[in-house]
């Protein structure tokens, strides 16, 4: 039995859940999800706990079993707190604006890049640093990566697009190796 599967997702003040045939629906004060359940995994309400259960021991619903116990957890955590991706803009004349509710990215190219968000989706920006807020963690995860693949890092100096919290390792240069080889 998956280890993550079994656990029980306990559910917070506020929150209401509907499962009925094949679906489970998440209402909280932020907001909705749905979620379609695969065919050999059952979803059950017990009091103040959901508990996601197999009915079949085959590779594919044991494969599903924690999986689907995970996203309906990540809808609980959605609808309550939300989700949240930081990105920074890094490099010499790369800046960020928030002209609306769309990012304006001026990384280099000969125009600006203009973002717009789709429905559930917030920016903000301040200090070149973009926030990507939603109740949808693989939606907010998708934006930000679309949004990162504008001007990805640059692995010599470091410029472009990157997760606040990822660490570039910078690869050294044509003089670098250049000065290590003529010292012989």
Do not use: C
Not at 34 to 62: A, C, F
């Amino acid at each position: 039995m998956s280890r993550i599967g079994r656990q029980p997702i306990t559910i917070p003040e506020g929150v209401q859940i509907e499962i009925d045939s094949g679906r489970v629906k998440v209402v909280g004060p932020k907001g909705e999800l749905e979620l379609k359940i695969p065919e050999g995994i059952k979803v059950e309400q017990n009091q103040q706990q959901i508990v996601v259960s197999r009915s079949r021991n085959d590779k594919k619903t044991k494969a599903n079993h924690g999986t689907i116990r995970s996203l309906i957890n990540n809808m609980v955590i959605g609808v309550t707190q939300g989700w949240e991706k930081e990105l920074e803009v890094v490099g010499t004349g790369y800046r960020v604006n928030l002209e609306g509710n769309k990012l304006v990215f001026k990384v280099g190219y000969s125009h600006p890049v203009v973002v717009e968000p789709p429905e559930g989706i917030q920016f903000e920006a301040a200090d070149n640093k973009v926030k990507i807020k939603g109740i949808n963690k693989e939606l907010v995860g998708n934006w930000a990566a679309k949004i990162r693949r504008i001007r990805p890092p640059d692995p010599y100096k470091g410029k472009g697009i990157r997760y606040s919290d990822e660490v570039i390792k910078l690869k050294p240069g044509k003089a670098a190796k250049a000065g290590s080889a003529g010292g012989q």
